[in-house]
């Protein structure tokens, strides 16, 4: 098993421009969360997902977009970069939602906007 | 809302040297527990868990109990190694779909 993979590992973007940073699992996990990483701030969540189809925001949704359209893949789309979403982006998966679940994380994406 | 507190870091140890990292944590309801630890370059990695009040998660040498009187999760070693130095991160979760609140990490460095 690969686990949680993420690409790419390290992206420049021009404030205005977007991508999509790519997630997937091999774990047949029904759970999938993106969370971004700040110095200082630990690791905040940015949206999540309880299975295909089902997407919801976390704690710092803005300027961020989802969609699970099948259970492997959990794409991270930035609609617009900015200088704020300069961050590490970590994509985490697990079995079920409950509160006693270990989370898998893949190796992340580090993301510098210009 | 919830949140986690850890002590300030970093914090530079010599080989064989006893870790404390304290971490103490406010909720409503009975959170669950866990060290997440992130070895350089690579994402994050569960260390160990509590699942309720007094419960006592271990590996790999490191230990924390889950302390419900002094909402603490404190994580200990008794003899740190090299291969120890991470960014240790404290965290709790609630029956939200398995959603972490995450305290700040901290940066450990343990010198030979």
């Known amino acids: 098993n690969a686990g949680v993979t993420q690409t790419p590992k390290f992206q420049v973007l021009k404030t205005g421009q977007s991508m999509t940073l790519q997630c997937a699992q091999d774990m047949n996990h029904e759970y999938m969360s993106w969370y971004r990483q700040d110095p200082g701030m630990g690791l905040r969540l940015i949206h999540y997902?309880?299975?295909?189809?089902?997407?919801d925001q976390g704690e710092v949704p803005n300027g961020y977009n989802v969609s699970r359209s099948t259970t492997e893949d959990f794409p991270l789309r930035l609609l617009s970069a900015a200088p704020s979403q300069t961050s590490v982006y970590f994509c985490a998966s697990s079995l079920g939602g409950g509160a006693t679940e270990t989370q898998y994380f893949g190796p992340g994406t580090r993301l510098l906007v210009l | 809302g919830d949140s986690v507190t850890q002590m300030e870091g970093p914090v530079t140890l010599s080989e064989e040297a006893f870790l404390t990292i304290n971490c103490t944590y406010t909720?409503?309801?009975?959170?669950?527990l866990f060290w997440y630890v992130q070895y350089p370059g690579e994402g994050l990695q569960l260390l160990l868990k509590?699942?309720?009040?007094?419960d006592k998660g271990s590996n790999k040498g490191f230990e924390a109990t889950y302390r419900k009187e002094t909402t603490s999760f404190h994580l200990e070693k008794g003899s740190v190694q090299v291969s120890d130095s991470a960014v240790y991160f404290c965290?709790?979760?609630?029956?939200?779909?398995?959603?972490?609140?995450f305290g700040q990490g901290t940066i450990l460095t343990v010198h030979p």
């Open positions: 509590a699942t309720k009040a007094d």
């Open positions: 965290a709790l979760s609630k029956n939200s779909y398995g959603k972490l609140t």
């Open positions: 909720a409503t309801g009975y959170p669950s």
């Open positions: 997902s309880v299975g295909a189809g089902i997407t």
